[in-house]
T-cell receptor, first 113, second 113 residues
Framework: GAGVSQSPSNKVTEKGKDVELRCDPI?????LYWYRQSLGQGLEFLIY????????KSGLPSDRFSAERTGGSVSTLTIQRTQQEDSAVYLC???????????FGDGTRLSIL | EDKVVQSPLSLVVHEGDTVTLNCSYE??????LLWYKQEKKAPTFLFML????IEKKSGRLSSILDKKELFSILNITATQTGDSAVYLC?????????????FGSGTQLTVLP
């Protein structure tokens, strides 16, 4: 079956522009996570959605970052007024249950010029 | 705050060697410990461990959890160049917890021919 799908796979933009990253989780997965991974670094937690509960936004690094999940399925991560330090791979993952193993998408590689 | 520490940070071996990767955690309680392999893109799931002392095995890879000493190990025997990757471990929260899972920073394994 289809895995977690992320788009775009690569995004190059100028500093100061807004970007939107999309994640299509596996159908039926109630938990959805966004992570950021800089070159050679581990996974940095950004935000977590679980069913209809309020999202855990504790990992968002600044108020330029926001995310939503519509209808319990597709999620969009938005970064406003991008900065060069936002350059990283943004990974989305979903899970059938909040405590289960995660299925990851291939990520969006974001480059801020 | 939950803490997951992986060691070593990086490891270089030659084909045929056996390696042991470590994951220790400071978590009040958790449901399971997960191991992932990350090559170029998305982390791929290896093992989920929930019970102490029970080894999980998949080919040349095996893993075990010690809940008393709060660590897990991932063993890879007869290493191959295709085993070169970052190996990540994570702990998942218990049922009913508002916490999300916590990743370690990973071990970079390089297998030389």
């Amino acid at each position: 079956g289809a895995g977690v799908s992320q788009s775009p796979s690569n995004k190059v933009t100028e500093k100061g522009k807004d970007v939107e990253l999309r994640c299509d989780p596996i159908s039926g997965h109630t938990a959805l996570y966004w992570y950021r991974q800089s070159l050679g670094q581990g996974l940095e937690f950004l935000i977590y959605f679980q069913g209809n509960s309020a999202p855990d936004k504790s990992g968002l690094p600044s108020d330029r970052f926001s995310a939503e999940r519509t209808g319990g399925s597709v999620s969009t991560l938005t970064i406003q007024r991008t900065q060069q330090e936002d350059s990283a791979v943004y990974l989305c993952a979903s899970s059938l249950q909040f405590f289960g193993s995660l299925d990851f998408g291939d990520g969006t590689r974001l480059s801020i010029l | 705050e939950d803490k997951v520490v992986q060691s070593p940070l990086s490891l270089v071996v030659h084909e045929g060697d056996t390696v042991t990767l470590n994951c220790s955690y400071e978590v009040t309680n958790f449901r399971s410990l997960l191991w992932y392999k990350q090559e170029k893109k998305a982390p791929t799931f290896l093992f989920m461990l929930t019970s102490s002392g029970i080894e999980k095995k998949s080919g040349r890879l095996s893993s075990i959890l010690d809940k008393k000493e709060l660590f897990s190990i991932l063993n890879i025997t007869a290493t191959q160049t295709g085993d070169s990757a970052v190996y990540l471990c994570a702990v998942t929260p218990p049922s009913g917890s508002a916490r999300q899972l916590t990743f370690g920073s990973g071990t970079q394994l390089t297998v030389l021919p």
